[in-house]
């Protein structure tokens, strides 16, 4: 930022007139079209600038634990779609890693690679979102209705992997319950290929936009000291400059394979927190990339999942023609088989930073008890201090940035 | 089993120190799977997350959790997640409390993200920390009659007739 070409509106302190301040309350949500989501925030307002914000969050709590602990483990991949349902395969992958821990259960490369594909096309449709909708909060509406497009491709790769398109419940402890198709290696190809231009000509549209830049730039700063003290991760964290990333600190599915940048910002600004996803798109590309050439060198084309029976659904096809594979199935279902236990955390880097699950097993069908550490709940509890003193815009505008994804904040 | 990283030397020097200031207040320690769990009467467990930030370089508090165990003489507990991102190594500490006197000292002097976790465990708990600044219910509604994830709260309206699911799950 140059110099003298915006004034410091950040942090500016209320002025106490005597008590002739005329403090106005405001409502911001609970469905406002700028919080992207159900969650409410009172704001009290001196003229323009926020003097405190006080948030209403839980509407729309599913009670995700309560839930879990009726659910056999097969079943509760279903719940992790629905916390950040702009990156469902990380959430998912993670529940199966999580149980693959706890049962002790190894998968081969291939289908580790084969995750880190999905997790990082998940990532850049999260990040997607953030950043196009950074820019329609800030008055650029071109992003957001053209980068678009491509969260839509990776959601046609997902399609063709399991189905689905937002709640994606891919994979299956274990491993995933298909084969990638040849159309799906085609879809991430084609994204490989076609998707960095365009990044590169949203960046054009906006990282040297002197209207962008004078707009965020110094708009809700966060300090790392404050950030860690508030427990906040991922890339609102690596924006204050801490570079805390689960996929380097904790590697998970074969991360530590990969030759990555964990890109880390300054000040914690909103301009910080665009960049640092900006850049995490790069470098999600290219651990998409490396892991195509690993795979491609593989021998072994066809492996989709680890050679558990006890733990890993067989595909339908061998259900109805093989008596072996029925058994299994029907002893998954039924939950027949003998789950070890014990208690274990497993977090993997989601689109907001570490999404932990902390399972604790009885030995019995279901958790008895499944605690999810949603990064969105523990860092939006930071917002009022970021919004204190600011403008109502900034607030805004500092809100989206975090990319509070309310079935995160909820679960 | 697939192979976690053990920091066994951290599990080591944490697992001194802490048995040299806390002695039998220390209940039990154990490695479960990758992480070191401590369990320590509830009335130090604020000296313990203390000592355990400012000496040991425990600095970030990854999550805050509440237990029910039913039956057992200390039914609740509340299970801290601590994380030294210097040395990457993770422990968990453990606190347990009977039905009666469900309250622990709070530990947002110690972290401000601290707040909601605690809220969250008073609200799905009952579980009631001392000094905590606006401790009061977090994601059911404030009037909700019940803290919902104790084990006797029914998944489902008890007074279900159509549906016996009793032999799927618990």
């Not at chain 1, 960046?203 to 002197?210: A, F, G, M, T, Y």
């Not at chain 1, 400059?241 to 990969?258: E, N, T």
């Not at chain 1, 709940?377 to 500092?398: C, H, R």
């Given at each position: 930022?140059?110099?003298?070409?915006?004034?410091?509106?950040?942090?500016?302190?209320?002025?106490?007139?005597?008590?002739?301040?005329e403090l106005t309350t405001l409502n911001l949500g609970p469905t406002h079209p700028a919080t992207h989501g159900i969650f409410q925030n009172v704001l009290t307002l001196d003229g323009e600038i926020i003097v405190s914000a006080e948030q209403t969050i839980g509407y729309i709590h599913r009670a995700f634990e309560k839930i879990a602990e009726r659910r056999p483990f097969y079943q509760i991949t279903t719940l992790t779609d629905r916390m950040n349902y702009c990156s469902a395969p990380?959430?998912?992958?993670?529940?199966?890693?999580?149980?693959?821990?706890?049962?002790?259960?190894?998968?081969?490369?291939?289908?580790?690679?084969?995750?880190?594909?999905?997790?990082?096309?998940?990532?850049?449709?999260?990040?997607?979102?953030?950043?196009?909708?950074?820019?329609?909060?800030?008055?650029?509406?071109?992003?957001?209705?053209?980068?678009?497009?491509?969260?839509?491709?990776?959601?046609?790769?997902?399609?063709?992997?399991?189905?689905?398109?937002l709640t994606t419940n891919m994979g299956r402890i274990g491993g995933f319950e298909?084969?990638?198709?040849?159309?799906?290696?085609?879809?991430?190809?084609?994204?490989?290929?076609?998707?960095?231009?365009?990044?590169?000509?949203?960046?054009?549209?906006?990282?040297?936009?002197?209207?962008?830049?004078?707009?965020?730039?110094?708009?809700?700063?966060?300090p790392a000291d404050r950030a860690l003290q508030y427990g906040?991760?991922?890339?609102?964290?690596?924006?204050?400059?801490?570079?805390?990333?689960?996929?380097?600190?904790?590697?998970?599915?074969?991360?530590?394979?990969?030759?990555?940048?964990?890109?880390?910002?300054?000040?914690?600004?909103?301009?910080?927190?665009?960049?640092?996803r900006q850049q995490e798109m790069w470098e999600s590309l290219s651990i998409i990339r490396q892991a195509m050439e690993k795979l491609d060198k593989m021998a072994d084309k066809t492996t989709f999942r680890a050679d558990v029976p006890d733990w890993v659904l067989p595909p339908k096809e061998e259900v109805y023609n093989q008596m072996e594979a029925l058994i299994y199935h029907f002893k998954i279902v039924m939950g027949e088989t003998e789950v070890p236990r014990g208690e274990v955390y497993h977090c993997?880097?989601?689109?907001?930073?570490?999404?932990?699950?902390?399972?604790?097993?009885?030995?019995?069908?279901?958790?008895?008890?499944?605690?999810?550490?949603?990064?969105?709940?523990?860092?939006?509890?930071?917002?009022?201090?970021?919004?204190?003193?600011?403008?109502?815009?900034?607030?805004?505008?500092?809100?989206?940035?975090?990319?509070?994804?309310?079935?995160?904040?909820?679960? | 089993m697939p192979a976690f990283a053990i920091k066994a030397d951290r599990d080591q020097l944490v697992t001194d120190r802490l048995t040299a200031a806390f002695g039998a207040d220390l209940l039990s320690h154990e490695r479960l799977y990758d992480v070191m769990c401590f369990t320590v009467v509830k009335e130090r467990v604020h000296e313990l997350l203390a000592f355990l930030k400012n000496e040991l370089d425990f600095g970030?508090?990854?999550?805050?959790?509440?237990?029910?165990?039913?039956?057992?003489?200390?039914?609740?507990?509340?299970?801290?997640?601590?994380?030294?991102?210097?040395?990457?190594?993770?422990?968990?500490?453990?606190?347990?409390?009977?039905?009666?006197?469900?309250?622990?000292?709070?530990?947002?002097?110690?972290?401000?993200?601290?707040?909601?976790?605690e809220r969250e465990a008073w609200d799905f708990f009952g579980i009631k920390a001392v000094g905590h600044p606006n401790l009061k219910r977090i994601l059911n509604m404030e009037d909700f009659p019940a803290f919902p994830m104790r084990k006797d709260y029914p998944l489902e309206d008890p007074t279900r007739q159509d549906k016996n699911d009793s032999m799927f799950g618990r």
């Open positions: 930022m140059s110099e003298g070409t915006k004034p410091d509106y950040w942090q500016r302190d209320v002025v106490d007139a005597g008590g002739l301040n990380i959430n998912n992958m993670g529940w199966h890693m999580t149980v693959e821990k706890l049962c002790g259960i190894e998968l081969p490369k291939r289908v580790e690679y084969m995750r880190v594909i999905v997790m990082e096309l998940a990532r850049i449709a999260d990040h997607i979102i953030c950043n196009t909708i950074i820019g329609q909060d800030a008055g650029a509406t071109t992003p957001f209705l053209y980068v678009y497009q491509w969260r839509e491709k990776i959601y046609e790769v997902y399609e063709e992997v399991c189905g689905a398109r298909r084969n990638f198709s040849d159309l799906a290696w085609q879809r991430i190809r084609a994204i490989l290929k076609e998707f960095p231009p365009v990044l590169k000509e949203f960046e054009k549209l906006l990282v040297r936009n002197r209207i962008f830049m004078d707009r965020t730039i110094n708009c809700g700063p966060f906040c991760t991922g890339p609102n964290l690596r924006a204050s400059g801490v570079d805390y990333d689960v996929r380097v600190a904790d590697p998970y599915s074969s991360y530590s394979d990969f030759d990555f940048l964990v890109p880390v910002g300054q000040n914690g600004d909103v301009y910080d927190r665009f960049m640092v993997v880097e989601g689109g907001n930073g570490e999404l932990g699950f902390y399972l604790v097993s009885d030995g019995g069908r279901t958790p008895f008890r499944l605690h999810l550490r949603r990064p969105c709940f523990i860092y939006y509890q930071a917002f009022p201090e970021i919004a204190k003193g600011g403008l109502l815009s900034d607030a805004i505008l500092t809100m989206s940035s975090m990319n509070v994804i309310a079935g995160e904040l909820d679960a | 970030f508090l990854t999550s805050i959790c509440g237990m029910h165990h039913p039956g057992e003489a200390l039914e609740l507990g509340l299970v801290y997640h601590l994380h030294s991102m210097h040395n990457g190594h993770r422990i968990r500490v453990k606190t347990y409390m009977a039905l009666k006197d469900p309250q622990v000292p709070t530990a947002t002097d110690l972290w401000a993200g601290a707040n909601w976790m």
